[in-house]
């Protein structure tokens, strides 16, 4: 079982340049995210999306772009690399849940650095 | 808004030693409170949960209790092992409509020495 399967593991981009990170997962899970993980600074919400066709902002999307066609796939699009954008990011998904119980599952993360 | 605070790091026992990182929140409401851990090179996983006060939650020696009172949920381990060397973060989530947002603290990096 893949669980979350994030590509590449590391990139490094020059500024103004573009990439997207990719996610998928193999789970049938309806809520999908993505958080960004700076050193000290714990993980921050991106974006996320709650089913195929539904996306929305989290804490921190400026400078980013998702898309949700698939219940399988999320992908990040970093449209003008900046060197504020380097970061881990994460990718993780859950099962739908009312009561805010149901664990997150994460990928390994795509090390980023804007150069 | 909605916080938690963790002890900083970074936290250096030996082997067998008792472990305790305190979580404290800030929240509106009656949120979920977890336990995440992240080894090198990997991403987060869950280590423990527990949904409602007075609930201790517990796994791989690992425990926490929600404390409404103190609005706190500590990790505590009575006996460390090389093996638990990682990031272990606290974080809280709602239920409801809000309840996609896990809102993490800044994470407490654990080294275990033999």
């Known amino acids: 079982n893949a669980g979350v399967t994030q590509t590449p593991k590391f990139r490094i981009l020059k500024i103004g340049q573009s990439m997207t990170l990719q996610c998928t997962q193999d789970m049938n899970h309806n809520y999908m995210y993505w958080y960004r993980q700076d050193p000290g600074m714990g993980l921050k919400l991106i974006y996320y999306?709650?089913?195929?066709?539904?996306?929305d902002k989290g804490e921190v999307p400026n400078g980013y772009n998702v898309s949700r066609s698939t219940t399988e796939d999320f992908p990040l699009r970093l449209e003008l690399a900046a060197p504020s954008q380097t970061s881990v990011y994460f990718c993780?998904?859950?099962?739908?849940?009312?009561?805010?119980?149901?664990?997150?599952?994460f990928g390994n993360g795509t090390r980023l650095t804007v150069t | 808004g909605d916080s938690v605070t963790q002890m900083e790091g970074p936290v250096t026992l030996s082997e067998e030693a008792f472990l305790t990182i305190n979580c404290t929140y800030t929240a509106t409401g009656y949120p979920s409170l977890f336990w995440y851990v992240q080894y090198p090179g990997e991403g987060l996983q869950l280590l423990l949960k527990a949904t409602k006060a007075d609930d201790k939650g517990s796994n791989k020696g690992f425990e926490a209790t929600y404390r409404k009172e103190t609005t706190s949920f500590h990790l505590e381990k009575g006996s460390v092992q090389v093996s638990d060397s990682a990031v272990y973060f606290c974080?809280?989530?709602?239920?409801?409509?809000?309840?996609?947002?896990?809102?993490f603290g800044k994470g407490t990096l654990l080294t275990v020495n033999p």
């Open positions: 993780a998904s859950s099962y739908p849940d009312r009561e805010g119980v149901s664990p997150l599952h």
């Open positions: 999306s709650v089913g195929a066709g539904i996306t």
């Open positions: 974080a809280l989530r709602y239920s409801g409509g809000s309840n996609y947002k896990l809102t």
